[in-house]
């Protein structure tokens, strides 16, 4: 049994954020992590938009600081049973380990929407059809290249996947995919300048700082084309590369492209941590996500007293909006805290 | 002469009725088209005409169908449908026997026990009181259960009954009038005459003979009224399904079919459905999706009186589930599909800017996987591994450039764009001179099988593979996975295909689940509703979900892609469709991807 000030479940930017901030307010903090490495999906981020800054950076910045004294770090310790005594919280870790502290944190954040569900794309099926995330990691490697070892003429972006699709059950927006492939388009095109590029969108979403700028040069710069509409059906070619079907729905004509490589921009869905604890604390909401008492008033408290929520655990949030909203949370848990030794 | 102004009303009403039900029939059968005449003429005169009389007997009187539904309606039916019968069967018999002549007048055997008072001896009087007092007693107790039923339709195996409008709802209360006053009345002319027998005596006990002379005629003027009433009423309600019913059987015995075009056969089976609602227990929009008055006991209803409505014509899934249900046996199916034609100029050609052209000749088989396989492109790359592994060339008709096998067009009433596709696959499909079509589509198979008159032979992919592994040209490994196999619509209950993927299957640990075969469960995903919402579509699918999961298999197989896509959506079990089963399992090819043994599920959140 380990007993602490505050328990941090979710070791992702979110929960490492509020850690830190708990940290330094002076509390002991432990950080419950159910992967090897700390981090989360920053993990699979090669640079990060809107300004191409190295993720490695704010990774090593992120660890650094969790050198902290007062802090914890629990790798491969996955929360299974929450309990709760009068004013204290319990853990139960799926390597048998015990934690205790006052207050909890939920910072359990989100997953990749799993693309099989929508077969008629192909992912699985057909090799040169890849996540965003997949493509990430060649972004990282620095070489863009087709597994049939083709050279890569063309490539396109579909936004769109799992969000803002009835069909699958997701009618939300995930927010991030836009500026992603606007982002990964140029990274594409810096390392192949020769290929053309083509996004395929029902709605631009640019709602963010420097969102619309870089939108505006990728198209002045590096010519991405941007196309109106959703692809509905693909299919290999003789030499495996893809037959692409959709509409431009601007010019209302339908089209066939092939394709070298087709990226998927997979939507944001509660992660399967998010969806099992929120069920277990009776805290979900809408699409499994967690629910906070009060979107305007209260966003970081939960129906429970001393039980906060950080992060994308909540709802679709950029990387700046999860580490904010995790210093929010800190802010919160501290004033908690000290109403409780009054 | 035996008269008293009371049976006026019951003469008014049986002759009323007489001329009705002849100028009905005389409409209906002038709305047959030429070739349901033909078959009219043609067996008119044949041993059909006896079949059909024994069919009427069977299942206008006895109501079998209904009995094995469940035993208790199928008695309801019965001794109401069947103990009237008897009643005037013998009610005549004895009238005849009485007045040694068989013109007596017709209403004699009717109100017989208010005009036979005194004791004067006829042949066999005991036998024909007692047989009339029993028969009586059944219609009674039939009565008593349709009574029931009203409250507590569960009695009768049924969870709803009918809401029936007004004219059906004066006719019902006619109908049961009939019966206790017919028993009230001879029990007062048996207390004061001594002329009933067990029943009618036993109950005029409880007559004084002062009562009994004041209720006496009262009660003979109601019965003969309640006659009246429901003379009159029938033929505008619901129980002009005893005539129509009759007239039914005997059209198709006669070989009268449906077809896409609205004629009289349609008019008489509209007017055969007795609104029993035994198809609305059936449906899926009802039981899982909470769509009310879209039934078929509904849509009959709306379409007899000429108030059907858009909505109610198109919201169906098509699944046949009420068809199959249908004690009577009207072709609900196909009578929806008549009311959802367009009108159509006749000839004109819709896709003339879709340019097919070149076949492949030389090939034994032509694969069609269709426009829903395309969106299920597992299911496609399994059928190109099957024929590889069978070693059999092919030619992928709509690999590249393909149009529609025209189907979902036609559901939605679109008669003449849906040939005019037809017209162009054809083209392609006889050119090849090819032997065999295989689809991997259940909707493409009941469209090339109904709509094509194909030169070649037809197969689904399950009687393909089936084939393969009958022929030995393809071996599967047994494997220890648990599956559960979904009847689609289209290929059950519509194409009648129900074994061969069960024997295809056999490599498996294949459970039943408790909706099979003809009474299979729709995805919810049908393409023949385009007014049915996604949410409901969900409920419809999920719903179906809970029944073929209850067994828990590894594996949900099915063979059509719109009931893969649907399933999958469900998060709930990993779907394949049977080709990727096989595909999986197949002996002879070993690739990286078959080492895993249990089917591989998508991940998700419970």
């Given at each position: 049994m380990t007993a602490v000030d505050v328990l941090v479940i979710g070791g992702g930017p979110a929960g490492l954020e509020s850690a830190y901030s708990l940290a330094n307010n002076g509390y002991d903090v432990a950080v419950l992590e159910k992967e090897k490495n700390i981090c989360g999906h920053l993990n699979q981020a090669h640079s990060l938009f809107p300004n191409f800054q190295n993720a490695s950076e704010v990774r090593s910045a992120m660890i650094d600081k969790m050198t902290h004294p007062k802090i914890s770090i629990h790798n491969d310790t996955e929360a299974i049973r929450i309990k709760r005594d009068i004013d204290k919280w319990g853990v139960e870790t799926g390597s048998g380990k015990e934690f205790m502290a006052p207050a909890l944190l939920l910072a359990t954040g989100f997953k990749s929407f799993d693309p099989k569900y929508k077969e008629e794309l192909g992912y699985g099926i057909y090799d040169n059809v890849i996540t965003t995330t997949q493509f990430e990691a060649m972004c990282q490697k620095g070489s863009i290249v087709s597994p049939h070892g083709q050279k890569v003429k063309r490539i396109a972006f579909l936004n769109c996947v799992g969000s803002r699709d009835e069909k699958v059950g997701n009618h939300y927006c995930s927010r991030v995919c836009c500026i992603n492939a606007v982002k990964q388009s140029i990274e594409a095109k810096k390392v192949l300048p020769e290929a053309d590029i083509y996004c395929f969108y029902m709605d631009i979403r640019m709602a963010g700082q420097f969102y619309e700028e870089l939108y505006r040069k990728s198209q002045e710069v590096y010519n991405v084309n941007y196309i109106r509409g959703r692809i509905s059906e693909v299919s290999p070619t003789i030499d495996k590369r893809l037959h692409v079907k959709c509409e431009d729905t601007l010019s209302q004509t339908p089209m066939k492209i092939t394709f070298d490589i087709l990226v998927l921009m997979t939507g944001i869905e509660a992660s399967l941590g998010t969806v099992a604890l929120g069920q277990q604390l009776n805290i979900s909401g809408e699409y499994n996500f967690a629910k906070s008492l009060s979107l305007h008033m209260a966003d970081n408290y939960s129906s429970h007293k001393g039980l906060f929520l950080a992060g994308t655990c909540k709802r679709p949030l950029t990387l700046p909006e999860a580490v904010a909203d995790a210093r929010s949370a800190a802010g919160e848990i501290k004033n908690y805290l000290k109403t409780l030794k009054q | 002469m035996k008269f008293h102004p009371f049976v006026i009303p019951f003469i008014a009403g049986v002759v009323f009725l007489l001329i009705l039900i002849v100028f009905r029939l005389k409409q209906w059968?002038?709305?047959?088209?030429?070739?349901?005449?033909?078959?009219?003429?043609?067996?008119?005169?044949?041993?059909?005409?006896?079949?059909?009389?024994?069919?009427?007997?069977?299942?206008?009187?006895?109501?079998?169908?209904?009995?094995?539904?469940?035993?208790?309606?199928?008695?309801?039916?019965?001794?109401?449908?069947?103990?009237?019968?008897m009643l005037i069967v013998f009610g005549k018999v004895k009238s005849v026997l009485y007045a040694g002549s068989f013109f007596e007048p017709m209403w004699l055997s009717i109100f017989f026990n208010f005009f036979v008072t005194s004791n004067e001896p006829y042949p066999y009087a005991a036998v024909m009181t007692f047989l009339m007092d029993f028969f009586l007693l059944i219609v009674l107790s039939g009565l008593l259960i349709a009574f029931v039923k009203r409250i507590y339709s569960r009695l009768v195996g049924m969870k709803k009954t009918t809401k029936h409008i007004l004219i059906d709802r004066i006719a019902l209360v006619a109908l049961w009038g009939i019966f206790p006053l017919r028993l009230f009345a001879e029990a007062s002319?048996?207390?004061?005459?001594?002329?009933?027998?067990?029943?009618?005596?036993?109950?005029?006990q409880m007559f004084s003979e002062n009562f009994a002379s004041i209720v006496e005629l009262p009660l003979w003027w109601a019965y003969s009224l309640s006659l009246s009433i429901f003379f009159f009423t029938l033929p505008f309600s619901r129980y002009m399904h005893i005539p129509a019913e009759v007239v039914m059987i005997f059209l198709k015995k006669w070989g009268v079919k449906t077809n896409e075009h609205h004629s009289g056969f349609t008019n008489i089976q509209l007017h055969a459905c007795a609104k029993c609602g035994i198809c609305i227990d059936a449906c899926q929009l009802d039981f899982a999706a909470s769509q009310k008055n879209v039934q078929s006991a509904y849509f009959i209803g709306d379409a007899r009186y000429n108030k059907l409505t858009e909505d109610v014509v198109n919201n169906c899934l098509m699944c046949g589930r009420c068809h199959e249900a249908c004690p009577v046996g009207i072709e609900l199916t196909m009578i929806r599909q008549q009311y959802r034609n367009k009108k159509e100029m006749p000839g004109k050609l819709y896709y003339n800017y879709v340019d097919l052209n070149g076949y492949h000749a030389n090939v034994d088989i032509i694969y069609y996987a269709g426009c829903m396989t395309h969106l299920t492109p597992g299911i496609i790359i399994s059928m190109k591994k099957i024929f590889q592994a069978a070693g059999m060339s092919y030619w992928f008709m709509d690999e590249e450039k393909g149009v529609c096998c025209g189907r979902p067009l036609r559901q939605q009433g679109f008669v003449q764009q849906a040939k005019d596709l037809v017209h162009k696959n054809l083209r392609m499909i006889h050119g090849a001179n090819a032997k065999l079509l295989v689809t991997s589509c259940p909707i493409c198979y009941v469209s090339f099988k109904e709509e094509y008159a194909l030169q070649i032979p037809l197969m689904h992919h399950t009687e393909f593979i089936e084939s393969l592994i009958d022929d030995k040209k393809i071996?599967?490994?047994?494997?220890?996975?648990?599956?559960?196999?979904?009847?689609?619509?289209?290929?059950?209950?519509?194409?009648?295909?129900?074994?061969?993927?069960?024997?295809?299957?056999k490599h498996l640990n294949l459970k039943t689940s408790k909706c099979e075969k003809n009474n299979g469960l729709c995805c919810g995903s049908s393409l023949s509703n385009a007014v049915l919402d996604l949410d409901h579509q969900i409920k419809v699918r999920d719903n179906a979900l809970n029944v073929?999961?209850?067994?828990?298999?590894?594996?949900?197989?099915?063979?059509?892609?719109?009931?893969?896509?649907?399933?999958?959506?469900?998060?709930?079990?990993?779907?394949?469709?049977?080709?990727?089963?096989?595909?999986?399992?197949?002996?002879?090819?070993?690739?990286?991807?078959?080492?895993?043994?249990k089917p591989e599920m998508i991940t998700f959140a419970k």
């Amino acid at each position: 049994m380990t007993a602490v000030d505050v328990l941090v479940i979710g070791g992702g930017p979110a929960g490492l954020e509020s850690a830190y901030s708990l940290a330094n307010n002076g509390y002991d903090v432990a950080v419950l992590e159910k992967e090897k490495n700390i981090c989360g999906h920053l993990n699979q981020a090669h640079s990060l938009f809107p300004n191409f800054q190295n993720a490695s950076e704010v990774r090593s910045a992120m660890i650094d600081k969790m050198t902290h004294p007062k802090i914890s770090i629990h790798n491969d310790t996955e929360a299974i049973r929450i309990k709760r005594d009068i004013d204290k919280w319990g853990v139960e870790t799926g390597s048998g380990k015990e934690f205790m502290a006052p207050a909890l944190l939920l910072a359990t954040g989100f997953k990749s929407f799993d693309p099989k569900y929508k077969e008629e794309l192909g992912y699985g099926i057909y090799d040169n059809v890849i996540t965003t995330t997949q493509f990430e990691a060649m972004c990282q490697k620095g070489s863009i290249v087709s597994p049939h070892g083709q050279k890569v003429k063309r490539i396109a972006f579909l936004n769109c996947v799992g969000s803002r699709d009835e069909k699958v059950g997701n009618h939300y927006c995930s927010r991030v995919c836009c500026i992603n492939a606007v982002k990964q388009s140029i990274e594409a095109k810096k390392v192949l300048p020769e290929a053309d590029i083509y996004c395929f969108y029902m709605d631009i979403r640019m709602a963010g700082q420097f969102y619309e700028e870089l939108y505006r040069k990728s198209q002045e710069v590096y010519n991405v084309n941007y196309i109106r509409g959703r692809i509905s059906e693909v299919s290999p070619t003789i030499d495996k590369r893809l037959h692409v079907k959709c509409e431009d729905t601007l010019s209302q004509t339908p089209m066939k492209i092939t394709f070298d490589i087709l990226v998927l921009m997979t939507g944001i869905e509660a992660s399967l941590g998010t969806v099992a604890l929120g069920q277990q604390l009776n805290i979900s909401g809408e699409y499994n996500f967690a629910k906070s008492l009060s979107l305007h008033m209260a966003d970081n408290y939960s129906s429970h007293k001393g039980l906060f929520l950080a992060g994308t655990c909540k709802r679709p949030l950029t990387l700046p909006e999860a580490v904010a909203d995790a210093r929010s949370a800190a802010g919160e848990i501290k004033n908690y805290l000290k109403t409780l030794k009054q | 002469m035996k008269f008293h102004p009371f049976v006026i009303p019951f003469i008014a009403g049986v002759v009323f009725l007489l001329i009705l039900i002849v100028f009905r029939l005389k409409q209906w059968l002038k709305g047959l088209d030429r070739k349901q005449h033909f078959f009219v003429k043609q067996n008119f005169l044949s041993l059909k005409t006896l079949y059909a009389i024994v069919e009427v007997f069977r299942e206008s009187l006895l109501h079998f169908k209904i009995y094995r539904k469940n035993p208790v309606l199928g008695y309801m039916h019965m001794s109401l449908a069947f103990g009237w019968f008897m009643l005037i069967v013998f009610g005549k018999v004895k009238s005849v026997l009485y007045a040694g002549s068989f013109f007596e007048p017709m209403w004699l055997s009717i109100f017989f026990n208010f005009f036979v008072t005194s004791n004067e001896p006829y042949p066999y009087a005991a036998v024909m009181t007692f047989l009339m007092d029993f028969f009586l007693l059944i219609v009674l107790s039939g009565l008593l259960i349709a009574f029931v039923k009203r409250i507590y339709s569960r009695l009768v195996g049924m969870k709803k009954t009918t809401k029936h409008i007004l004219i059906d709802r004066i006719a019902l209360v006619a109908l049961w009038g009939i019966f206790p006053l017919r028993l009230f009345a001879e029990a007062s002319s048996s207390a004061l005459y001594e002329n009933g027998g067990f029943l009618t005596a036993g109950v005029a006990q409880m007559f004084s003979e002062n009562f009994a002379s004041i209720v006496e005629l009262p009660l003979w003027w109601a019965y003969s009224l309640s006659l009246s009433i429901f003379f009159f009423t029938l033929p505008f309600s619901r129980y002009m399904h005893i005539p129509a019913e009759v007239v039914m059987i005997f059209l198709k015995k006669w070989g009268v079919k449906t077809n896409e075009h609205h004629s009289g056969f349609t008019n008489i089976q509209l007017h055969a459905c007795a609104k029993c609602g035994i198809c609305i227990d059936a449906c899926q929009l009802d039981f899982a999706a909470s769509q009310k008055n879209v039934q078929s006991a509904y849509f009959i209803g709306d379409a007899r009186y000429n108030k059907l409505t858009e909505d109610v014509v198109n919201n169906c899934l098509m699944c046949g589930r009420c068809h199959e249900a249908c004690p009577v046996g009207i072709e609900l199916t196909m009578i929806r599909q008549q009311y959802r034609n367009k009108k159509e100029m006749p000839g004109k050609l819709y896709y003339n800017y879709v340019d097919l052209n070149g076949y492949h000749a030389n090939v034994d088989i032509i694969y069609y996987a269709g426009c829903m396989t395309h969106l299920t492109p597992g299911i496609i790359i399994s059928m190109k591994k099957i024929f590889q592994a069978a070693g059999m060339s092919y030619w992928f008709m709509d690999e590249e450039k393909g149009v529609c096998c025209g189907r979902p067009l036609r559901q939605q009433g679109f008669v003449q764009q849906a040939k005019d596709l037809v017209h162009k696959n054809l083209r392609m499909i006889h050119g090849a001179n090819a032997k065999l079509l295989v689809t991997s589509c259940p909707i493409c198979y009941v469209s090339f099988k109904e709509e094509y008159a194909l030169q070649i032979p037809l197969m689904h992919h399950t009687e393909f593979i089936e084939s393969l592994i009958d022929d030995k040209k393809i071996s599967l490994e047994s494997k220890a996975i648990t599956a559960v196999y979904h009847d689609p619509c289209e290929l059950g209950r519509n194409a009648q295909i129900y074994d061969a993927p069960r024997n295809v299957l056999k490599h498996l640990n294949l459970k039943t689940s408790k909706c099979e075969k003809n009474n299979g469960l729709c995805c919810g995903s049908s393409l023949s509703n385009a007014v049915l919402d996604l949410d409901h579509q969900i409920k419809v699918r999920d719903n179906a979900l809970n029944v073929l999961l209850e067994k828990n298999p590894d594996v949900l197989v099915t063979a059509c892609p719109m009931c893969k896509k649907a399933f999958t959506h469900g998060h709930k079990v990993a779907v394949m469709d049977i080709a990727e089963v096989v595909a999986k399992h197949l002996n002879e090819v070993k690739t990286k991807k078959q080492l895993s043994e249990k089917p591989e599920m998508i991940t998700f959140a419970k």
